[in-house]
């Protein structure tokens, strides 16, 4: 199952991504968390102090990750002819999550319990000519190839705000958890994404973050209604492993919260053609916008109609 964590910047969702993933990681579940914000602190999240983490980013080796999930696809004529959107067909290499390939090998780096991979720093060489969401292609590249099984866990740490909706990324996740504080400013991302989320039947849930009180929580309940699925009290074991000093455990209520989210997630049961007709359907989008142009050609024909998803694709 792919899980996004998204929100107002300073919600929470990183620290919610980390301990999503370590918690899942803890329980023996697979599980890979990726770094897909534009400010990369998933890592010092997840506890990694120090120097830089090891992990060289998706962003930077695009060319190569189209190179290697192109695979032997007639359709799929170069690299330069693949673009974010591109979905597999036959001929592709599909991905098993943390599976023996080049691609994991290279970009997956452990912290503490959890595997992780980064998307890569907006750095002073993009500013005025980049993207930021060309550096999330990688990750939309990487999912859109990757067939997850039943008990396995993707969890991606997504930029700020409802950024997700400038690519068809958003449409890549089985569930969407928007983390909201119980502020005006706080809700305003989770009606944005409400919205286009409704549009395209994603599934979304609003995790409450920083409660202090039950003012807090009812005011979470008036603004955002039967989409509040549960709320992490104000922690004082967050904010000390924060400052690097983690000691004791994380607090029962909270607990109990990441509980409820992963029961949220394996209650539902992956949408495998929903979610490639959703891929198709922007890449089509992006052919006609764009991506023609771009490439000089016909990228449409790229889709492959004999294609059926999911765990049957690997055989």
């Known amino acids: 199952m792919r899980i996004a964590f998204v929100g107002k910047g300073g919600s929470g969702k990183t620290t919610l991504s980390a301990l999503f993933s370590r918690h899942l990681a803890r329980a023996g579940a697979p599980v890979l968390a990726i770094d897909g914000d534009i400010n990369q602190h998933l890592p010092e999240a997840l506890g990694h102090d120090g120097d830089a983490l090891d992990a060289p980013p998706l962003g930077a080796h695009l060319g190569d990750i189209k190179e290697f999930l192109r695979g032997t696809n007639p359709r799929i004529p170069s690299a330069d002819a693949m673009i974010k959107t591109t979905p597999p067909g036959g001929g592709s290499r599909l991905l098993t999550l ?188 992006n052919a006609r916008a764009w991506a023609d142009d771009r490439t000089g050609h016909d990228l449409a024909s790229q889709v492959d109609p004999e294609f059926v998803p999911g765990t049957t694709a690997l055989t």
């Open 98 to 285: 943390l599976g023996d390939d080049e691609l994991h090998a290279r970009h997956v780096r452990r912290v503490g319990d959890v595997p992780l991979m980064v998307t890569g720093e907006f750095d002073e060489s993009d500013l005025g000519v980049a993207c930021y969401h060309s550096k999330l292609g990688a990750v939309e590249l990487y999912l859109g190839h990757l067939v997850d099984g039943p008990g396995e866990y993707v969890v991606v740490d997504m930029t700020a705000g409802a950024d997700a909706f400038a690519s068809g990324l958003f449409t890549r996740f089985d569930m969407t958890f928007l983390v909201a504080e119980p502020t005006r400013k706080g809700v305003s991302v989770y009606r944005q994404y409400r919205d286009h989320a409704r549009e395209f039947g994603i599934r979304i849930a609003v995790i409450g973050n920083k409660v202090t009180g039950e003012d807090d929580l009812l005011f979470l309940k008036e603004e955002v209604g039967d989409d509040l699925l549960t709320h992490l009290v104000h922690s004082s074991w967050v904010r000390a492993a924060e400052q690097g000093r983690e000691q004791g455990e994380l607090e029962s209520h909270n607990v109990h919260a990441l509980n409820v989210l992963r029961e949220a997630v394996d209650a539902h049961p992956k949408d495998w053609p929903t979610m490639h007709r959703h891929a198709v359907e922007f890449h089509l989008r």
